[in-house]
């Protein structure tokens, strides 16, 4: 069957096509307020760093989605209850979003976070994030981006539900924000770009997704499997984009599992 989209912003849309759509941000701000008054977080760079009790075994870092221009650390603080279980700390950075910053000034903030906690806590990072958050986690580890110190430490990187390709976001009406050209689209895809040798890589999404999300995320596992990367794209049936992330939370999760061995 051909594949061709007309309508590049319903192919993007989400809360559309998922049934109460509209509810879920309300639910997970509560759910993240209430699991911060449970396990207060340390501030960092704005955003938020969980401790586990005890040392902690290593580095979960979870980057956030909203399409680079919602949300913050502040809405998925529950999604760190399964590093938490694991005995990991959790790093939810924040970065500035658009309009008033480029994706490529994001990408540097979460960069500047991950190098900061890195700093912190020692042992293996586990680098994962969902939808543009699953971009930003993705372009961590491109050559150059993270110092090479901190690279040498990631032991595994799940871009969930990724935008890997930027360039038809060019076409979607969010462009009047994201102000994205072809030179940054070029430049801030991780699909068209080189991955660090030696990191696993999981790519993670629902088989409820819209089409193009299961494109991208089979666009980006292919490609770089191309480039020599130990590469596997999961797609977990029923999932939808918003509730595809709720592996996280659960320690036993065949998820975590990939995630933190």
């Known amino acids: 069957m051909l594949y061709q989209v007309t309508d590049w912003d319903d192919a993007y849309a989400n809360a559309a096509h998922i049934a109460g759509g509209e509810g879920y941000p309300a639910r997970w701000h509560a759910a993240a307020t209430a699991f911060r008054d449970a396990h207060p977080p340390q501030a960092l760079r704005g955003g938020h760093l969980f401790l586990?009790?005890?040392?902690?075994?290593?580095?979960m870092v979870f980057v956030?989605?909203?399409?680079?221009?919602?949300?913050?650390?502040?809405d998925w603080s529950h999604l760190a209850a399964g590093a938490l279980a694991r005995g990991w700390a959790c790093l939810m950075p924040a970065y500035p979003l658009a309009p008033g910053a480029r994706i490529a000034a994001m990408t540097a903030e979460v960069v500047a976070s991950i190098?900061?906690?890195?700093?912190?806590?020692?042992?293996?990072?586990?680098?994962?994030?969902h939808s543009a958050?699953?971009?930003?986690?993705?372009?961590?580890?491109?050559?150059?981006v993270l110092p090479d110190s901190v690279a040498a430490r990631v032991t595994a990187c799940m871009p969930i539900s990724p935008l890997s390709d930027l360039r038809p976001l060019m076409r979607?009406?969010?462009?009047?924000?994201?102000?994205?050209?072809?030179?940054?689209?070029?430049?801030?895809?991780?699909a068209l770009l080189t991955p660090r040798e030696?990191?696993?890589?999981?790519?993670?999404?629902?088989?409820a997704e819209r089409p193009e999300f299961l494109r991208q995320a089979r666009v980006l596992a292919?490609?770089?499997?191309?480039m020599g990367a130990a590469t596997e794209c999961v797609v977990d049936p029923g999932r939808h984009h918003f509730d595809v992330v709720d592996g996280l939370a659960d320690p036993d999760s065949p998820m975590m599992r990939r995630l933190l061995g």
């Open 64 to 74: 956030h989605g909203g399409y680079w221009m919602r949300f913050g650390p502040g």
């Open 52 to 59: 586990p009790a005890g040392d902690a075994r290593g580095l």
């Open 133 to 144: 958050g699953g971009h930003l986690a993705a372009r961590m580890i491109c050559p150059g």
């Open 172 to 190: 979607t009406a969010m462009n009047a924000t994201l102000a994205l050209d072809l030179p940054e689209a070029l430049a801030e895809s991780p």
């Open 115 to 129: 190098a900061e906690t890195a700093a912190l806590i020692s042992g293996p990072i586990a680098i994962t994030g």
């Open 198 to 207: 030696g990191i696993p890589v999981t790519v993670w999404v629902g088989g």
């Open 222 to 226: 292919d490609l770089w499997a191309g």
